[in-house]
């Protein structure tokens, strides 16, 4: 199981504080890398994880690595005129091994994403009870979560009620790390 080393030493901290430190990823440096994911046939979501998960690997030596993302859990025409949240995390694992080239670690990425879309319907909740975390890290099997969402609201003005995008504020953490990238009209905010 891919655990993160812990940053500092000692009981972990009592308040829910957590910061966001964020960098816009510019268009000069995503839209090459959009055009590299369409020239790779795969989607820019598995280019960006390839790229998360080889930081990762430098930064902890491990090649066995294994994050969490978020689906919206909507896929069915059934679930249409059903008002809730349908959201499961799908854990996508991913073997550095061998020291594999970028693009080769990509196309092994691109075919993780799929067959975990595949499966996307066994409730995450199944899938860490077949996992059997260790007492040792908590509830949780997945200590790293990765977002990874186009902007998808634009400012709106509805007579007297106006709709804007806002910088996320977090109220705490689920995971011992987020990584978030969200598009926006100036790039891809990280």
């Not at 940053?7 to 839209?31: C, F, M, Q, V, Y």
């Not at 598995?46 to 998960?53: E, F, I, M, Q, S």
């Not at 030596?61 to 499961?88: H, S, W």
């Not at 059997?132 to 003005?157: C, E, H, M, W």
Request: net charge negative.
């Amino acid at each position: 199981r891919f655990v993160l080393p812990p940053d500092r030493t000692g009981a972990p901290p009592t308040n829910a504080s957590t910061p966001i430190i964020s960098i816009l990823l510019s268009r000069e440096l995503t839209d090459p890398a959009q055009a590299l994911a369409r020239t790779r046939r795969c989607s820019f979501f598995a280019l960006a994880l390839a790229t998360l998960l080889t930081l990762l690997q430098k930064v902890t030596d491990e090649t066995d690595i294994t994050v969490g993302t978020q689906i919206a859990g909507r896929d069915e025409v059934e679930l249409e005129d059903l008002i809730g949240v349908f959201i499961n995390t799908l854990p996508l694992r991913a073997n550095l091994s061998g020291n594999p080239s970028f693009l080769a670690f990509l196309e092994q990425v691109q075919g993780t994403v799929s067959e975990a879309l595949v499966h996307q319907h066994i409730p995450a909740a199944d899938l860490a009870r077949l996992l059997k975390p260790s007492a040792d890290y908590g509830a949780s099997p997945l200590t790293v979560n990765f977002i990874f969402q186009r902007s998808f609201i634009t400012n709106q003005q509805y007579g007297s009620f106006s709709l804007i995008d806002m910088p996320s504020v977090t109220p705490g953490a689920l995971y011992d790390l987020n990584f978030f990238m969200v598009e926006r009209p100036e790039g891809w905010r990280a």
